[in-house]
């Protein structure tokens, strides 16, 4: 338990008792700084009210929600932050009730504004912004925004069984746990007995003396033998901190990339990128020039147009069109509920841990696979010499 003196003047002792397992775990300082945040999502959908959820419950200062739509049966069926009842309603305003009942000492509100409103003086309030459910060049400005006034950012969505995040820290501080093992000399304790015996029991005034223990009456050679035997070396493993800076290219400069020259050629031919990132893309230029996601009501004409994306794309991009097999593509619609619950929870796992810098952050791409159903991060962006702080 956090003792009163740690409490005084830093966090309430309710919140001290409230978030005591995760004091544990993260520690104090981590839990101030989570207390001090300002939170933005742009968006509520799946992705956006499972990261909400974990995030919440962590202990911030304040939650704005922000949406300009109205929610749909879809969307009641995703996030479970909008009620039944709210079909037709504003997303936002129908999620504040059920995400303030999460965490009574968080401060939640809606803000009703449409992202294309979204400007500079509104957004330097926050510490950290996601926005989810946006085209690629609402993205970037909201990145570019976010980078100007240095408040850590994170874009987000999920397609039918796809689902990404991309993460922009800028320049990020995090203390990192090193376990060395160490090897140190230890008496053993074999002689520390024996040393002890030797003080109790005297004969004719002289101390008993084993013919192992080291003696004044010993060969000087043998001295440094004996000393050998006396010690023993024991492993032991130790922990230090180490504080390490991590840089984040912006999405804008993360896809000026060249797929064409190592090491994304290498990990091309070595099928080590994974096709997921190019699914991405297509899907969210789809959004960008259609406003929308793919529809069930229209998804032959969307499928179609899908994968001449996916050939304009991967043109573009300078990658062989087998590589992202249109396979990807046959799950995109709506929002299956188990993506969004494993990546919206490691998404919320990775903001929390950012702002507590307590762990390496993921650099800078997460991308949930549909085919093998699984997780993968990716660094995708310029060689690190070439970041800078712009």
């Given at each position: 338990m956090v003792s009163e003196s740690q409490i005084a003047g830093k966090i309430s002792e309710d919140e001290a008792t409230l978030?005591?397992?995760q004091?544990?775990?993260?520690?104090?300082?981590?839990?101030?700084?989570?207390?001090?945040?300002?939170?933005?999502?742009?968006?509520?959908?799946?992705?956006?009210?499972?990261?909400?959820?974990?995030?919440?419950?962590?202990?911030?200062?304040?939650?704005?929600l922000c949406d300009s739509e109205n929610a749909t049966e879809?969307?009641?069926?995703?996030?479970?932050?909008?009620?039944?009842?709210?079909?037709?309603?504003?997303?936002?305003?129908?999620?504040?009730?059920?995400?303030?009942?999460?965490?009574?000492?968080?401060?939640?509100?809606?803000?009703?504004?449409?992202?294309?409103?979204?400007?500079?003086?509104?957004?330097?309030?926050?510490?950290?912004?996601?926005?989810?459910?946006?085209?690629?060049?609402?993205?970037?400005k909201l990145n570019e925004l976010c980078r100007k006034h240095k408040i850590k950012f994170y874009s987000g969505h999920v397609w039918g069984k796809i689902g990404y995040y991309f993460v922009d820290l800028h320049r990020h501080y995090y203390v990192?746990?090193?376990?060395?093992?160490?090897?140190?000399?230890?008496?053993?304790?074999?002689?520390?007995?024996?040393?002890?015996?030797?003080?109790?029991?005297?004969?004719?005034?002289?101390?008993?003396?084993?013919?192992?223990?080291?003696?004044?009456?010993?060969?000087?050679?043998?001295?440094?033998?004996?000393?050998?035997?006396?010690?023993?070396?024991?492993?032991?493993?130790?922990?230090e901190y180490q504080q390490n800076t991590e840089l984040f290219p912006t999405l804008k400069q993360a896809l000026r990339v060249n797929f064409s020259s190592n090491p994304y050629a290498k990990q091309i031919r070595r099928k080590k990128l994974d096709p997921t990132f190019f699914a991405v893309m297509a899907l969210l230029r789809f959004r960008t020039v259609f406003k929308r996601d793919p529809a069930q009501q229209s998804w032959k004409e969307d499928f179609g147009r899908l994968l001449r994306i996916r050939k304009e794309i991967m043109q573009v991009?300078?990658?062989?069109?087998?590589?992202?097999?249109?396979?990807?593509?046959?799950?995109?619609?709506?929002?299956?509920?188990p993506t969004c619950a494993i990546t919206g929870g490691v998404l919320a796992q990775e903001i929390i841990h950012a702002i507590g810098g307590t762990e390496p952050p993921h650099k800078n791409f997460f991308l949930f696979n549909p085919i093998q159903c699984g997780g993968r991060v990716h660094y995708i962006g310029p060689a690190q010499k070439e970041n800078n702080d712009s």
């Open positions: 978030y005591d397992r004091i544990r775990l993260w520690g104090l300082e981590a839990q101030k700084r989570l207390k001090k945040t300002r939170l933005l999502v742009i968006g509520l959908q799946g992705l956006s009210g499972e990261a909400i959820k974990n995030i919440v419950l962590a202990g911030l200062e304040s939650v704005v879809d969307d009641v069926k995703a996030n479970f932050l909008i009620p039944t009842t709210c079909v037709g309603k504003n997303r936002a305003e129908s999620s504040v009730q059920r995400t303030q009942v999460l965490n009574p000492t968080v401060k939640v509100s809606s803000d009703t504004r449409p992202v294309s409103e979204i400007n500079e003086q509104f957004i330097q309030k926050f510490t950290v912004v996601l926005a989810t459910n946006c085209a690629l060049n609402d993205i970037t990192k746990e090193v376990k060395k093992t160490v090897t140190i000399n230890k008496i053993n304790d074999y002689f520390l007995e024996k040393s002890r015996q030797q003080q109790e029991v005297q004969y004719d005034g002289e101390k008993e003396v084993d013919e192992n223990l080291p003696n004044n009456h010993m060969n000087h050679n043998n001295h440094n033998n004996v000393n050998h035997v006396m010690m023993k070396q024991i492993k032991e493993e130790k922990v991009f300078q990658v062989n069109i087998d590589y992202f097999p249109k396979e990807y593509l046959f799950n995109v619609i709506g929002q299956f509920s």
